[in-house]
């Protein structure tokens, strides 16, 4: 049995022996690098980063590789290295100028005064050349330095013949085209004071003795980083030169204190890529300038949520003896004690829902007699209309010691914005008229357009001032502004900005004076 198994296993032997052997494949390959080709052999599946080590070809990290290091290598393929190096470059680049122009209507149409020459700038750039086989196949500007700003070319231009001058008590300020303006004592006697033209007219404030104007500037960092920064400048110099007051992001509220020597509060807001573009902090400080600098910061109110809708913001009035500071917020109005930092409600009001990214906020203004308040307040709807979609806006007053509120004007309109008259130095104060916008249609009061009306301080003798009958109405974007009452018996003046463009009426008589015509001007003031 064992016999008859050993020939077929000898078999089985004889044929493994004559099967034949696989052999490794070879692939031959091309590798091209500083101008020269080398012909390779490598085994097949072997990557080009192994036919670049097989090479013995050195590499840096910027080199290019064609194809890439990880593909799988074929028969008669060609490698290439693009030795790639970068070369960074610095220059100084100059800023060229820019031209701005001021329409002026005090000068005549075509004439022209240089305000301020230009300067060009000037900015360090470094730049990155990338090199190829040792020829330049691309640059690219890596970071920018300036190193000199350019200060803009300031010329005014002449637009129309003047209007007729008007004898003015005091300093009226006024903004248009982004530059601050200032008459003082006639509309004829008028002169640039901030030609930046970057003011954004949040903030526009003359101080107590009209001396020194604060105002807000557009921010240079994106406006998601800071909104604006404050200034004040001396409307005395002849070509004063602003100065910061290192705040940035207000856009509610910073006034003068009443009888105070140069002391201003603001609130601020923290800025956001969304709408409506901030966050309010609900906050309160004092500064105070000695010189014309900016001294200690003294905190009233922290961070705050605000209420409903707090992330709008709230603002703040003055009395006019600057013994008190009101606020104003959309759910309500109050005291604020100074001392504590503690806010005393003095009216509930049912906030607005717009439907849109931004809040009502109460129109509030103080009385001559430093007791009274003006306020607009959100009224009771009419029908099946919630509380909170009500078109009602009242004008009503109230005694800080009384408590008690009494309506003046019904359907006044959410945009009324009271003010009240000054009260001549040395007077009770009991003498005082209140100016308010009216709506002309108060049921849509939010897109209506209005008109100037003013009344007593109890609300009677109501009349309707400007603009003239037959007339548009004009955009209540900012309350009405009273000129100052040096001497009992002087004139009431009002200031109002009527189609782009600053008007003066005459609170007795009625009678209005258009006093610019550029058709920019957006905020005024008046001390």
């Not at 060229?96 to 329409?103: G, I, M, T």
């Not at 009426?505 to 058709?519: E, F, I, L, R, Y």
Request: with cysteine; proline share 7%.
């Amino acid at each position: 049995m064992p016999k008859k198994l050993t020939i077929p296993l000898l078999f089985f032997f004889f044929l493994s022996s004559c099967a034949p052997q696989v052999q490794q494949v070879g692939i031959n390959v091309n590798v091209t690098a500083d101008g020269t080709s080398r012909e390779i052999t490598l085994p097949a599946g072997s990557t080009v980063q192994q036919a670049l080590t097989s090479s013995g070809v050195s590499l840096s990290q910027t080199d290019r590789i064609v194809p890439p290091a990880y593909t799988l290598l074929t028969e008669g393929m060609t490698i290439t290295i693009a030795r790639v190096r970068e070369e960074f470059e610095t220059q100084e680049v100059i800023i060229p100028f820019e031209r701005q122009e001021l329409r002026n209507e005090s000068l005549l149409t075509g004439e022209t005064r240089l305000v301020q020459a230009g300067q060009n700038g000037l900015k360090e750039i470094t730049l990155r050349h990338v090199f190829e086989n040792g020829s330049e196949v691309g640059n690219s500007i890596v970071s920018e330095n300036i190193l000199k700003i350019p200060i803009p070319e300031i010329v005014m231009v002449g637009v129309q013949t003047p209007f007729a001058p008007i004898t003015i008590p005091g300093k009226l300020v006024y903004l248009t085209g982004g530059n601050a303006w200032i008459m003082d004592g006639s509309t004829l006697n008028r002169q640039p004071l901030v030609t930046s033209g970057d003011l954004d007219g949040y903030i526009f404030s003359l101080s107590p003795d009209g001396k020194l104007l604060l105002f807000s500037r557009k921010s240079k960092l994106p406006i998601d980083q800071e909104i604006n920064t404050l200034w004040v400048a001396n409307t005395t110099s002849k070509n004063p030169t602003p100065v910061s007051l290192g705040i940035s992001n207000v856009v509610h509220f910073a006034a003068w204190q009443p009888g105070a020597n140069y002391m201003l509060a603001y609130s601020t807001v923290e800025p956001r890529s969304t709408a409506p573009g901030w966050q309010a902090n609900n906050d309160l400080h004092f500064l105070t300038l000695k010189n014309g600098v900016p001294g200690k910061i003294t905190d009233i109110l922290e961070t705050d949520s605000g209420g409903i809708y707090g992330w709008w913001g709230m603002t703040f009035a003055w009395s006019p003896n600057g013994q008190a500071l009101a606020y104003s917020r959309p759910d309500g109005v109050g005291l604020v004690d100074i001392n504590s930092g503690e806010l005393t409600p003095l009216a509930n009001v049912t906030p607005l829902n717009t439907h849109g990214y931004w809040a009502w906020i109460p129109g509030l203004s103080w009385g001559g007699d430093n007791q009274s308040m003006y306020l607009v307040t959100h009224a009771a709807p009419t029908g099946l209309v919630s509380p909170e979609e009500s078109p009602n806006f009242d004008l009503v007053t109230t005694s800080i010691s009384a408590g008690h509120f009494a309506t003046l004007v019904q359907q006044a309109g959410m945009f009324a914005y009271p003010a009240v008259s000054s009260v001549p130095e040395g007077e009770t104060g009991s003498s005082y008229l209140v100016a308010f916008w009216q709506a002309i249609f108060p049921m849509q009061s939010k897109t209506s357009r209005y008109q100037l009306d003013v009344m007593n301080g109890d609300g009677t003798n109501l009349r309707v001032l400007f603009p003239a009958e037959g007339q548009s109405g004009l955009e209540p974007r900012i309350p009405p502004i009273w000129a100052p009452r040096p001497l009992e018996g002087s004139a009431d003046f009002i200031g109002v900005i009527y189609e782009g463009n600053l008007w003066i009426v005459d609170a007795a008589s009625g009678q209005s004076q258009q006093v610019t015509g550029d058709g920019s001007t957006s905020q005024l003031d008046w001390k």
